[in-house]
C-alpha cells in the first residue's frame, strides 16, 4: 500500500511540474507575440522576412530576423506612391503670311500661354516689320520662310524661281534674326505643285518642306470663335488617333481673336506648343507619316 502511494505522489509531482512548465512556455509565447506586434506592427517589410523565416523555430524567427532591425522596421516612413509620368504631348502651332499688323497682339498671346509658333514669313513683311522678327527670335519661336511673291504663277514658274525665293527669304531672315533657317513652307501647300523636279531642288538647297494635318480656315472663316472651335474639334480627333497636330493658322485679327482659346484648350489638355527646327524630318503632303 504504501508502495503504492508513493508512486501516486511521484506521478502527481511529475503532472504537476509538467503543467507549469507549459504555462510558462505558452506565456513566452505570448510575451513574444506582443514583441512582434508592437516592434513591427503591419509592416510589409515583416510579412516578407516571415515568409523567408517559414519552417524556422519561433526562436529563430526572433533572434535572426527581428531584433536587430526592430528599431529601424519601426522608424521607417511609408514611401510615397511613385507617380507614372506621362509623356508630354506636343502641338506645333504655325502662322504663316506675316508679319502683319496684328503680330504683336500675336506674339503677347503666345506669351501670355508659354506657347511657341513657327512663323513662315514674307520677304517683304519681315522687312516691314524689323521689330517683330526680333521679338519673336528673342522669344525662341520658330523662324521660317514662305517665299517673296505669294504669286501661284512666280512662285511656281520653276522650280529654280521656287528655290531662289526661299534664298531670298533666309537671306533677308538671317539679315534681321541673325539667325540661319532651312525651314519652309510653299505657298498654298505642296500640292500639287511641288512635283519631283521641284522636290530635288529645294533637297539641293538643303530646305526642309513643312506642309500641315491642321487647316484651321481662318481665311475662309474671318471669324475668331467659328475658327477656334473648328481647330479644337480636329484638335481632338487627333488626339484620338494620337497624332500630333501641326495647326495651320495666318497673321490676320480674326486668327489672334481665335488663339487665346485654342491655346488654352492645348494647355488644359497636356500640350507643350514647341517650335520646328531645323534639325527635324519635315512633315508635308508628299511625305505624310504619324508625327
Ligand atoms: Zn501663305
Redesign the pocket.
Known amino acids: 500500500m504504501k508502495k503504492k502511494m508513493f508512486v501516486f505522489v511521484i506521478i502527481t509531482c511529475f503532472l504537476t511540474i509538467l503543467l507549469f512548465n507549459q504555462k510558462t512556455a505558452n506565456a513566452d509565447i505570448v510575451v513574444q507575440n506582443q514583441f512582434k506586434k508592437e516592434a513591427y506592427g503591419s509592416d510589409p517589410w515583416f510579412s516578407i522576412v516571415k515568409n523567408i523565416n517559414k519552417g524556422a523555430p519561433v526562436d529563430d524567427k526572433i533572434t535572426k530576423a527581428h531584433i536587430p532591425n526592430a528599431n529601424i522596421a519601426s522608424e521607417k516612413k511609408p514611401k510615397p506612391p511613385i507617380k507614372k509620368e506621362h509623356p508630354k504631348k506636343i502641338a506645333y502651332i504655325t502662322i ?2 506675316g508679319p502683319n499688323n496684328s503680330i504683336d497682339r500675336i506674339l503677347s498671346i503666345l506669351d501670355k500661354y508659354k506657347a511657341k509658333a513657327t512663323f ?1 514669313m514674307l520677304n517683304d513683311n519681315m522687312k516691314y516689320h524689323k521689330n517683330a522678327v526680333k521679338k519673336m527670335t528673342k522669344s525662341g519661336h520658330g523662324l521660317a520662310c ?1 517665299g517673296v511673291t ?1 504669286d501661284t504663277n512666280k512662285f511656281y514658274h520653276s522650280p529654280t524661281s521656287a528655290a531662289q525665293e526661299m534664298k531670298t527669304c533666309f537671306a533677308t531672315l538671317k539679315k534681321i534674326s541673325g539667325k540661319t533657317s532651312v525651314v519652309m513652307r510653299v ?2 501647300g505642296s500640292k500639287p505643285y511641288m512635283t519631283t523636279p521641284y522636290r530635288k531642288k529645294m533637297d539641293e538647297y538643303g530646305y526642309k518642306m513643312w506642309d500641315w494635318n491642321i487647316d484651321s480656315l481662318d481665311w475662309k472663316w474671318l471669324n475668331g470663335p467659328k475658327t477656334a472651335d473648328f481647330t479644337i474639334n480636329q484638335i481632338k480627333n487627333m488626339k484620338k488617333a494620337g497624332i500630333t497636330p501641326i495647326i495651320l493658322l ?1 497673321d490676320k485679327p480674326t486668327t489672334a481673336d481665335a488663339l487665346p482659346k485654342i491655346l488654352k484648350y492645348l494647355k488644359d489638355n497636356g500640350y507643350e506648343m514647341k517650335p520646328l527646327t531645323n534639325d527635324m524630318k519635315p512633315y508635308n503632303f508628299w511625305n505624310l507619316r504619324k508625327i
Request: charged share 25%.
Open positions: 504663316d503670311d513662315f514662305h505669294h505657298p498654298y495666318h
